[in-house]
């Protein structure tokens, strides 16, 4: 379904008073099809081109539906010249129209309760047979931002020093026990266990379950990782220290959470959490949804986290903005993602890896993008040595 040659110039030029009336734009950029055909919008020297590939592609654009334009990135209805991190940017000047999407993720919970749907949630992006260790540091496999010392430092780099840091904050000691919350590929577990914690570890990805307990084995760690929901876990023991990496976008129901911490973790013990943050209450975007992380998944809202933490016995010790680390986390990922292309599509498909680039792009431009939309944390918590609970 290509595009008439006598509808190209009429199409682009349409194109470009919609997006130009839309809002003002953040980039300069140009729109393109096939024959080369093309126009500039937002300034004379374009960062990227988005090529018009078929009809498709250009109902997709007239849209302005950003749901709709990253189906057809993902479709091949449109592809991307030049620096495709950049071109997140022309979200703002998209629409999120996508009612069902949005009123279903808020109503299926409360039909379905979040217990039941967690575990497919979770699946939908973990379960995927472990395709994520190919972008992410190849020592730790740690599936969030590490600490970067320069942008020039590598994913390995970055994830040992964030892991040394979490370590140390917690001040643990050589058998101590802690509990890692989502613990992902084992990261931490295997961190803190080769300095003589003893780590449990839970998650709800079959697939990291497996890897971890092959992990575990192979190493010999004084560690064991469990399939277990975090809402439902009901430990024998209370830990020295938690770890949640990456974990609170999946449980947004804060004041549940900061309710339960305590009841876990010894008086005097400490939680690290690290965690991208919005800064409105619900702005996952309908793509997410659809093709990530569906259900309740957002980035924290600080007002409401702050406002469940203030309700809780916990005390802040450190919190630290981690937006540009979030940022290179991301741009790392992305850059091992199009060096891998060949390897990834053998493993799954092109619109499999058309889809995560997506992915792994977006992050890195929305907490690059100067609006400060979306941006990261990682925060120590403490609770106080003379706390007395009281049963729930």
């Given at each position: ?60 654009i ?38 069902w ?76 026990s ?23 570890g ?7 379950k ?88 957002r ?26 680390n ?51 944390y ?15």
């Open positions: 379904m290509k595009i008439e040659n006598h509808d190209q110039t009429n199409s682009l030029e349409r194109l470009s008073k919609l997006l130009d009336n839309r809002s003002k734009l953040p980039i300069a950029f140009s729109l393109g099809t096939m024959d080369g055909k093309s126009i500039t919008l937002g300034g004379e020297e374009p960062e990227f081109k988005i090529i018009i590939k078929n009809k498709n592609g250009l109902r997709a007239k849209s302005l539906n950003e749901l709709k334009v990253a189906e057809a990135y993902i479709n091949d209805d449109l592809d991307v010249e030049g620096d495709f991190i950049k071109a997140m940017s022309i979200r703002n000047a998209l629409a999120d129209r996508n009612t999407i949005k009123v279903w993720r808020r109503l299926a919970p409360m039909i379905f309760g979040r217990v039941r749907l967690n575990p497919k949630w979770v699946a939908k992006h973990y379960d995927l047979n472990n395709i994520q260790l190919i972008i992410i540091d190849q020592k730790y496999n740690t599936y969030t931002q590490g600490i970067y010392e320069s942008d020039d430092d590598s994913a390995e780099a970055g994830a040992e020093r964030k892991l040394a840091m979490a370590f140390q904050s917690l001040r643990l000691k050589p058998d101590d802690v509990l890692d919350i989502g613990c992902g590929w084992g990261g931490f577990l295997r961190f803190a266990a080769g300095r003589g914690a003893q780590v449990t839970i998650t709800l990805s079959r697939d990291q497996q890897y971890v307990e092959d992990l575990i084995k192979e190493n010999k760690l004084n560690a064991e990782v469990l399939y277990q929901d975090f809402l439902t876990f009901q430990p024998p023991k209370k830990y020295d220290g938690i770890v949640m990496m990456g974990v609170l976008e999946d449980l947004s129901d804060y004041q549940r959470v900061m309710r339960k911490l305590p009841g876990i973790l010894k008086p005097g013990g400490r939680i690290y959490l690290d965690f991208t943050a919005s800064k409105t209450s619900f702005s996952t975007s309908s793509f997410t949804t659809k093709y990530v992380w569906p259900g309740t998944f980035p924290v809202y600080m007002p409401q986290f702050i406002d469940a933490l203030r309700k809780s016995p916990f005390e802040i010790v450190a919190l630290h903005n981690d937006r540009h979030y940022y290179l986390w991301g741009k790392k990922g992305h850059d091992r993602w199009m060096e891998k292309k060949k390897e990834i599509i053998l493993r799954s498909d092109e619109r499999f890896w058309r889809m995560f680039r997506i992915i792994l792009a977006g992050v890195a431009g929305n907490l690059s993008c100067p609006d400060y939309s979306l941006t990261a990682r925060m120590l918590l403490e609770l106080p040595k003379d706390i007395v609970l009281t049963e729930a």
